[in-house]
């Protein structure tokens, strides 16, 4: 069955180091570990039941087997290839607990992945936090000194908040050092990468190109459908709280949370810059990357999207949680966005398109606001 056949992507993995190769790529070799993937007659890749590329090991295993079902002797030399050699935990793109029978440059074991748990999925976000919130109040104290109304001034000012916000970076920095504890050898930039979601050479070209436009696509829709379901949160927490949402937003009820919109097109493009350059990536990569992969360790692959998920949206409007309804009226459209991010992440087995997503979506949602005041 061919790739368009199937409708998905196909791929094909190489039994020696179980690094996954697009079949729209036509492999000649494994990237990783060099192996040469053979072929038939035909010049199709030669691939078993399970997606497993045959290379010439396996090949001779294979004629192995078959001399043994025919009654044939087996030849000294086919047995000593066929003598298995001590597995050991690595690293490698495709699957960070993944096991290999032989050690190149470059490999690295993990002597304890289950030392990678879901506690150090929420505490390693919550230490990143506490650290930007800290520097953060240091450079306001520094700049603005302990008045109330030069600070008021400052945080409305977008050059100061675009030179905060990129204190943000930290999500992105804390992860790739805090993976290096669960290694015992040193990991370069690339496999720490890779580990948390991010392999840097498996699109090139045109499938680069494909999954940018898919998360430009995904991003426009996700913030009509946010928007659906914050008019479903309105009137939710309306009926269940009996509140007038409306006027308690007008009065600042949301005052709190930060969500102030650009004064000016200066100002929006500031923002704009911000969030392209420090939000996207930065929590993708702590959220998707390093969290959900951590309560993967314990839970299912839904349990984990779904915990991500909540501890997102959580993580994003703790400080209204001494106010139920202006609580429940964030949380449901938080919950929406994450879940989805979850999910496309899940889908690409990477996060490439989950960030694009996660910049247009904060983008459109700030412009349309915009657009609507001014």
Same mark, same amino acid.
């Given at each position: 069955?061919?790739?368009?056949? !199937?409708?998905?992507?196909?791929?094909?993995?190489?039994? !020696?180091?179980?690094?996954?190769?697009?079949?729209? &790529?036509?492999?000649?070799?494994?990237?990783?570990?060099?192996?040469?993937?053979?072929? /038939?007659?035909?010049?199709?890749?030669?691939? /078993?039941?399970?997606?497993?590329?045959?290379?010439?090991?396996?090949?001779?295993?294979?004629?192995?087997? !078959? $001399? +043994?079902?025919?009654?044939?002797?087996?030849?000294?030399?086919? *047995?000593?290839?066929?003598?298995?050699?001590?597995?050991?935990?690595?690293?490698?793109?495709?699957?960070?607990?993944?096991?290999?029978?032989?050690?190149?440059?470059?490999?690295? $074991?993990?002597? !304890?992945?289950?030392?990678?748990?879901?506690?150090?999925?929420?505490?390693?976000?919550?230490?990143?936090? @506490?650290?930007?919130?800290? +520097?953060? #109040?240091? @450079?306001?104290?520094?700049?603005?000194?302990?008045?109330?109304?030069?600070? *008021?001034?400052?945080?409305?000012?977008?050059? %100061?908040?675009?030179?905060?916000?990129?204190?943000?970076?930290?999500?992105?920095?804390?992860?790739?050092?805090?993976?290096?504890?669960?290694?015992?050898?040193?990991?370069?930039?690339?496999? &720490?990468?890779?580990?948390?979601?991010?392999?840097?050479?498996?699109?090139?070209?045109?499938?680069?190109?494909?999954?940018?436009?898919?998360?430009?696509?995904?991003?426009?829709?996700?913030?009509?459908?946010?928007?659906? @379901?914050?008019?479903?949160?309105?009137?939710?927490? $309306?009926?269940?709280? /009996?509140?007038?949402?409306?006027?308690?937003?007008?009065?600042?009820?949301?005052?709190?949370?930060?969500?102030?919109?650009?004064?000016?097109?200066?100002?929006?493009?500031?923002?704009?810059?911000? #969030?392209?350059?420090? #939000?996207?990536?930065?929590?993708?990569?702590?959220?998707?990357?390093?969290?959900?992969?951590?309560?993967?360790?314990?839970?299912?692959?839904?349990?984990?999207?779904?915990?991500?998920?909540?501890?997102?949206?959580? %993580?994003?409007?703790?400080?209204?949680?001494?106010?139920?309804?202006?609580?429940?009226?964030?949380?449901?459209?938080?919950?929406?966005?994450?879940?989805?991010?979850?999910?496309?992440?899940?889908? &690409?087995? /990477?996060?490439?398109?989950?960030?694009?997503?996660?910049?247009?979506?904060?983008?459109?949602?700030?412009?349309?606001?915009?657009?609507?005041?001014?």
């Amino acid at each position: 069955m061919t790739e368009q056949e !199937n409708g998905k992507r196909e791929t094909i993995t190489c039994p !020696n180091c179980l690094t996954k190769h697009p079949l729209s &790529r036509n492999p000649i070799f494994c990237i990783e570990c060099k192996k040469r993937f053979e072929r /038939d007659s035909n010049g199709n890749l030669l691939r /078993d039941e399970e997606g497993m590329a045959i290379v010439e090991e396996k090949k001779q295993t294979q004629t192995q087997n !078959n $001399e +043994v079902k025919k009654g044939q002797p087996v030849s000294t030399q086919t *047995r000593a290839q066929q003598e298995i050699k001590p597995r050991r935990p690595i690293v490698n793109e495709g699957n960070i607990y993944g096991y290999r029978s032989n050690t190149l440059e470059g490999e690295y $074991e993990n002597p !304890n992945p289950k030392s990678w748990s879901p506690l150090a999925g929420i505490g390693v976000p919550l230490l990143t936090y @506490l650290l930007i919130m800290a +520097v953060s #109040v240091v @450079l306001v104290v520094l700049v603005a000194g302990i008045n109330l109304a030069n600070i *008021r001034d400052l945080t409305s000012n977008m050059t %100061f908040v675009f030179l905060t916000g990129s204190l943000s970076l930290l999500f992105l920095i804390v992860p790739l050092y805090w993976v290096q504890k669960y290694y015992p050898k040193k990991l370069s930039l690339k496999q &720490r990468f890779a580990i948390l979601g991010l392999p840097l050479k498996k699109y090139r070209g045109l499938e680069l190109v494909r999954e940018i436009l898919l998360g430009i696509f995904i991003g426009v829709i996700s913030s009509f459908l946010v928007f659906g @379901l914050q008019i479903v949160s309105f009137y939710l927490v $309306e009926f269940l709280y /009996d509140v007038d949402l409306m006027s308690a937003i007008e009065n600042g009820a949301l005052s709190e949370f930060g969500i102030d919109v650009p004064g000016n097109i200066t100002n929006l493009v500031l923002f704009v810059l911000m #969030v392209f350059l420090f #939000v996207g990536l930065p929590e993708e990569i702590m959220f998707r990357g390093f969290v959900q992969k951590a309560f993967e360790s314990k839970w299912s692959k839904s349990a984990a999207t779904w915990g991500t998920a909540v501890f997102f949206s959580l %993580f994003h409007i703790f400080v209204y949680i001494l106010e139920p309804a202006i609580f429940m009226f964030l949380f449901i459209p938080y919950l929406g966005i994450s879940l989805l991010l979850g999910l496309l992440r899940n889908w &690409r087995d /990477d996060l490439y398109a989950a960030v694009v997503v996660h910049i247009v979506y904060d983008i459109v949602e700030i412009v349309i606001r915009f657009a609507i005041l001014y």
